[in-house]
């Protein structure tokens, strides 16, 4: 199993920054994605971007170009630097991984396929 924690959630002005992390604990040799989701109040969780263990990422179109992913592979931490936020990037954010490494030892678990959340933190940005 994972456990997954955020941190670094809280109150900005327009046009400021945060980062986010994420700490990954548990058997998280078998993680090869890590993804960051939002959702606002009344909307549906929408994915951010993700970084797979080599460091390829991929963004959403509404980030890309504001908000930066990265990881640290030996501490098992993963981060989300968002700059020029706005009022509408106002939601609570969820770290997200994947039991997804394609070796053979992983493949054959109980655990390869599934999907992993954290608690989410919040993030609110005044206009």
């Known amino acids: 199993q994972v456990q997954l924690v955020e941190s670094g959630g809280g109150l900005v002005q327009a046009g400021g920054s945060l980062r986010l992390s994420c700490a990954a604990s548990g058997h998280t040799i078998c993680i090869s994605t890590m993804g960051w989701y939002r959702q606002a109040p009344g909307k549906e969780r929408e994915l951010l971007g993700s970084?797979?263990?080599?460091?390829?990422?991929n963004y959403a179109d509404s980030v890309k170009g504001r908000f930066t992913i990265s990881r640290d592979n030996a501490k098992n931490t993963v981060y989300l630097q968002m700059n020029s936020l706005k009022p509408e990037d106002t939601a609570v954010y969820y770290c997200?991984?994947?039991?997804?490494?394609?070796?053979?030892?992983?493949?054959?678990?109980?655990?390869?396929?599934?999907?992993?959340w954290g608690k989410g933190t919040l993030v609110t940005v005044s206009s």
């Open positions: 970084i797979i263990s080599g460091g390829r990422t």
């Open positions: 997200n991984a994947q039991y997804d490494n394609p070796s053979y030892y992983c493949t054959t678990t109980q655990y390869y396929g599934m999907n992993y």
